[in-house]
């Protein structure tokens, strides 16, 4: 998936400065989903892009929207 925003927070149209999502699904049973998120490529967003790499990498980013889609799936 193209991660089609940019520093500030509003869509970037350029795909020279988007970065990469890559999730996969693994089975561990039939009752159990292994879900696993790279998200890459954050530098082609240019001069300050390890503000991008913090947010989605901070406890508020990712781990929160995997969490929640986790807790969602599970009810």
């Not at 970065?19 to 240019?46: A, C, K, M, Q, Y």
């Not at 001069?47 to 969490?67: I, P, Q, Y």
């Amino acid at each position: 998936i193209s991660w089609d925003i940019g520093l500030d927070w509003k869509v970037e149209t350029d795909p020279a400065k988007t970065s990469e999502i890559e999730v996969r699904f693994t089975s561990e049973g039939p009752d159990r989903t292994h879900v696993e998120l790279e998200h890459r490529n954050l530098d082609r967003h240019g001069e300050g892009w390890e503000r991008m790499r913090d947010a989605v990498g901070s406890e508020g980013g990712w781990l929160r929207g995997l969490h929640a889609f986790a807790d969602r799936v599970a009810s």
